[in-house]
């Protein structure tokens, strides 16, 4: 999965975070990827902590857009 910003032609970084559904509480382990020069800025940090913030899972993604 990619969040916040990859420039064109820049190379990813890759890393684990544990993410949990908001929904559910279920945990999904997260290879994530961001562009190299956003990761480790302070936007990325606050860009990870809302993405965090607002997971939904697939199940209760689907679940939300049918109610
Ligand atoms: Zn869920």
Do not use: H, W
């Not at 999965?1 to 190379?11: D, T, Y």
């Not at 290879?31 to 697939?58: H, P, V």
């Amino acid at each position: 999965m990619i969040i916040g910003r990859v420039l064109e032609n820049e190379k990813k970084v890759k890393f684990e975070e544990e993410i949990t559904c908001n929904n559910c509480g279920k945990k999904v382990p997260g290879g994530l990827q961001t562009g190299a020069s956003y990761y480790q800025t302070q936007e990325f940090q606050k860009e990870l902590e809302n993405f965090k913030r607002n997971y939904l899972c697939g199940i209760c993604r689907d679940k939300k857009r049918r109610d």
